[in-house]
């Protein structure tokens, strides 16, 4: 659960009029705490929050973090912070279109804060990127706050599409080389988690890859404990459908654990460490941060207990049989009178 708390013991994030309590601005012993499983609380001091509002959908707000830069909260949950954020994204996108042998175009699934889009637009071989989000006030939030995706959102490239990911996919001809899923997090109750089901995979997905496409998707926490919340279910389900899976993971610090992807095709995924260097110096401008051949083969190699998990997991993620990542947010309100 997300909350933001005070050193006088006033919690504000659960929606109590405190008088006097200022949320906006500067206010030195103002802290962030997000409930990760029960019994363990993670928790960062706040410079300010900078806005909160909610949608038809989800509730958001945008912090100002001492550790993290900017982050972004989605109903109570860390979506993403401006210090680490290019691991996650960095993660989510190259390895899947640096296997693919020529990635024309793209589909993202979700993605309304613009950083997926942000990477995949410095793909030489990209000449169309579509991004499917539902939430049309996250979109405009993200590209009003998030000025390092601005850039992003102005290329024309970028095709914007407000609307539910497996209706558009269902009702689209075209066919594309890659699909990203850059979804939340599958909360119980929340908007995303229809689209880690096998049968999304199956009659959404892959009828709308091309022959040799690649479906990649974020799969939540991948930790020695965490794994086994949707990771590995995420894992096998994908295993039903698709001839070549692979699942990897990386310590992402603002999330406080290790996260997990899922990337799968009828085409093999097998390049080494040399041949994604080399792809890299020939299709992505500028440097990446985060990800090179060695990060992949290392990130790919998951622990013993990790391994045995996914190798044991039994579990296909449907809509009856939905498994949920720990916890719910709670909204963040300005409680100023």
């Given at each position: 659960?997300?909350?933001?708390?005070?050193?006088?013991?006033?919690?504000?994030?659960?929606?109590?009029?405190?008088?006097?309590?200022?949320?906006?601005?500067?206010?030195?012993?103002?802290?962030?705490?997000?409930?990760?499983?029960?019994?363990?609380?993670?928790?960062?001091?706040?410079?300010?929050?900078?806005?909160?509002?909610?949608?038809?959908?989800?509730?958001?707000?945008?912090?100002?973090?001492?550790?993290?830069?900017?982050?972004?909260?989605?109903?109570?949950?860390?979506?993403?912070?401006?210090?680490?954020?290019?691991?996650?994204?960095?993660?989510?996108?190259?390895?899947?279109?640096?296997?693919?042998?020529?990635?024309?175009?793209?589909?993202?699934?979700?993605?309304?804060?613009?950083?997926?889009?942000?990477?995949?637009?410095?793909?030489?071989?990209?000449?169309?990127?579509?991004?499917?989000?539902?939430?049309?006030?996250?979109?405009?939030?993200?590209?009003?706050?998030?000025?390092?995706?601005?850039?992003?959102?102005?290329?024309?490239?970028?095709?914007?599409?407000?609307n539910d990911a497996r209706a558009e996919l269902e009702n689209r001809n075209e066919c594309f080389d890659v699909i990203i899923g850059d979804l939340a997090d599958p909360i119980e109750g929340g908007p995303c988690y229809k689209l880690y089901t096998k049968s999304f995979y199956e009659l959404a997905v892959k009828p709308r890859l091309n022959q040799g496409g690649i479906f990649v998707t974020q799969a939540g926490p991948a930790g020695i404990f965490s794994h086994t919340e949707v990771f590995s279910c995420i894992f096998n389900t994908l295993k039903q459908g698709f001839k070549y899976v692979v699942p990897y993971s990386a310590h992402i610090p603002s999330f406080a654990d290790t996260w997990g992807w899922v990337m799968a095709s009828d085409a093999p995924l097998a390049l080494s460490a040399e041949d994604l260097d080399l792809k890299i110096k020939q299709r992505i401008k500028g440097e990446n941060r985060y990800f090179d051949g060695k990060t992949f083969s290392s990130a790919s190699i998951l622990s013993k207990a990790v391994r045995q998990s996914l190798d044991n997991e039994t579990e296909v993620y449907t809509e009856k049989t939905a498994r949920f990542i720990y916890g719910h947010g709670t909204a963040f309100k300005d409680n100023q009178d």
């Open positions: 659960m997300g909350d933001i708390s005070c050193s006088n013991g006033i919690s504000t994030g659960n929606g109590t009029n405190v008088k006097g309590l200022s949320l906006k601005g500067y206010r030195k012993s103002c802290w962030y705490e997000e409930e990760i499983e029960e019994n363990l609380r993670w928790s960062f001091a706040l410079n300010s929050i900078l806005h909160t509002g909610a949608t038809q959908y989800q509730e958001i707000a945008l912090l100002d973090t001492k550790p993290f830069g900017k982050a972004l909260v989605i109903d109570g949950k860390l979506q993403s912070a401006e210090v680490d954020e290019f691991i996650y994204h960095e993660s989510l996108v190259h390895p899947a279109l640096l296997h693919h042998p020529n990635p024309k175009t793209i589909f993202i699934m979700g993605g309304g804060e613009g950083s997926t889009a942000r990477e995949l637009l410095r793909h030489k071989t990209v000449d169309k990127v579509v991004m499917c989000d539902i939430d049309e006030e996250v979109v405009e939030f993200c590209r009003s706050y998030l000025e390092v995706n601005r850039e992003a959102f102005c290329d024309p490239r970028l095709e914007l599409i407000i």
